[in-house]
């Protein structure tokens, strides 16, 4: 009776539900192998297809906006990357695409939030730096831009540095790695909305503080104190 009728009826949906598993995976496989052959419009086709059968699909929504990008549908990017936030907030690369397509919008403050949250979630991968030194750039903050930039090429992500010393920036004196001396500075300094003079005299006045705070013993004090000075000295260029 009613007890094999609940269990057919549990059966089928079952069936169901892993017929709709296969075809998701299957249209998914086929956007992947799209978006390898660079065949950006049938990648996102077959990823709407994937989408459709599992409608929580993170991979599917986080390829879905790489080939959008690839397309130029930044605003269509920027919605798949949202939807993978809202199904898994602590996802690095969804908040790196999202200001990725920020950025190629023009929408520099967004753009470095998101990579700011990237970099906070996952601190050892270059690209967040090399990409949000790029937005300092176009916002016109270049000691950001090059501290960045300086960061990810230590990261083996140089593309960033190379075109910011084509361009006559991060030509500095001393090749010291600035961003160690002082990560909770430099934070607060991203948040700022300093105009760059005023940016440029906060950060001066900072570091020649911390340069007299380390200019003696321990020997470990030493590095801070060059780094410090080089800092100071890089704010005023």
Sequence with gaps: GAMVVVFVGV?????????????????????????????????????????????????AYYNRGVAHEHLGNFNQSLQDYEKVIELNPQDAGA?????????????????????????????RDGNYFNNRGNAYFMQGNNN??????????????????????????????????????????????????????????HEAEYFYTQFTIHSGPPYDSYFKMVCYFDAFLSSLV
């Design 95 to 123: 908040y790196f695409g999202r200001g990725n397509a920020y950025n190629n919008i023009g929408n520099y403050n967004l753009a470095i939030q998101d990579y700011n949250k990237a970099i906070e979630l996952n601190p």
């Design 11 to 59: 059966v089928s949906f079952n069936i169901y539900k892993s017929y709709q598993s296969e075809a998701a995976d299957k249209y998914f496989n086929m956007g992947y192998d799209y978006s390898k052959m660079e065949q950006y419009q049938k990648a996102v086709e077959s990823y709407d297809e994937a989408i459709k059968f599992k409608t929580n699909f993170i991979a």
């Design 144 to 201: 950001l831009g090059c501290l960045d930039a300086q960061k990810a090429c230590e990261m083996t992500v140089c593309n960033g540095l190379e075109w910011a010393k084509g361009h006559g920036y991060c030509n500095w004196h001393y090749p010291v790695k600035i961003d160690r001396c002082e990560n909770k500075f430099m934070q607060e300094i991203r948040m700022s909305t300093l105009k760059t003079v005023q940016l440029r005299y």
